[in-house]
């Protein structure tokens, strides 16, 4: 369906380039999130997302490529976008409401005071993140329950998974990362996470060809050091020297061997026995 209409896209995408490079774009941004949707098994008939929309490329990107798809009905849930205002200082917080109102997107403002919370309990110098963070994702989850939604949907991309994965890695100490669809610790609603299979590079690019509103996140996005920030700037030196290393990665986040990890937990090495009396003349090498 996306090959076969040029031009009759939904209004998020009025006044997009109309240059091959442009189109070429939006189409693999769509198929990407409509691979990601179906692959993980999103899609509840007929439910209501939350959407968040934080006024970044990321999230504009999620935004548009969700309209696009139930505007053209192969996304069949009705779409609630929401902004959660944090209070941070010099908050532009007319710019998403304006924003929603002319593309005639659903939405909700909601305004928190989560800034003065942040700032008087993590000390100077230490990263605000994961407090921001909790604190955002309870208002978003109060938010969907309020509204009916079953789902909050979140604009992680590829390169936020494979960072969080090495972030894990090196500093926690386990193999884990953002998974693409979970379900709350209370057990009510789904977080989704569509632009999984959605590089941010193509994220950049598309919202600055169609000159969205950036807000930049002056809490945490301005901190210097972090450990995120150290590890993408790590994946950008290995994407550099190998182009093509970063999607090699995640496809092998999809591809698991847990009888070929450590954890007796995933593997129960105890049990596995030998067949004996098997002609072992063709094992694979000697013993090391």
Aim: proline share 6%.
């Amino acid at each position: 369906m996306l090959d076969d209409v040029e031009d009759d896209i939904h209004p998020l995408f009025h006044g997009a380039p109309k240059t091959t490079e442009f189109r070429k774009l939006r189409k693999r941004i769509i198929r990407d999130t409509r691979e990601a949707i179906e692959t993980y098994g999103m899609v509840e008939r007929g439910a209501r997302w939350l959407v968040c929309l934080s006024g970044g490329k990321d999230s504009y990107t999620l935004l548009a490529a969700l309209t696009e798809l139930q505007w053209r009905g192969l996304l069949p849930v009705e779409i609630l976008a929401c902004n959660l205002d944090q209070g941070q200082p010099n908050f532009p917080a007319t710019v998403l409401p304006e924003f929603l109102q002319k593309m005639g997107v659903p939405h909700r403002i909601e305004y928190q005071d989560t800034y003065s919370i942040v700032m008087d309990k993590v000390p100077q110098g230490r990263t605000m993140c994961a407090l921001c963070s909790r604190l955002r994702r309870a208002n978003l989850y109060r938010i969907a329950r309020e509204e009916g939604c079953s789902a909050v949907v979140l604009g992680h991309h590829r390169d936020d998974i494979l960072e969080t994965f090495f972030l894990n890695l090196f500093h926690g100490g386990k193999i884990a990362t953002m998974p693409p669809k979970l379900v709350n610790d209370e057990g009510d609603l789904f977080l989704y996470r569509p632009l999984a299979h959605v590089a941010e590079e193509d994220c950049a690019r598309f919202a600055a060809a169609m000159d969205y509103p950036i807000i930049p996140c002056d809490l945490c996005g301005s901190q210097d050091g972090l450990q995120r920030q150290q590890i993408k700037q790590l994946l950008d030196q290995w994407e550099k020297n190998s182009p093509g290393r970063r999607q090699k990665m995640f496809t092998a986040l999809s591809n698991i061997r847990p009888s070929h990890m450590l954890d007796p937990k995933l593997n129960d090495f105890t049990a596995l026995m030998r067949a004996v009396g098997a002609d072992n003349s063709n094992e694979d090498g000697p013993l090391r």
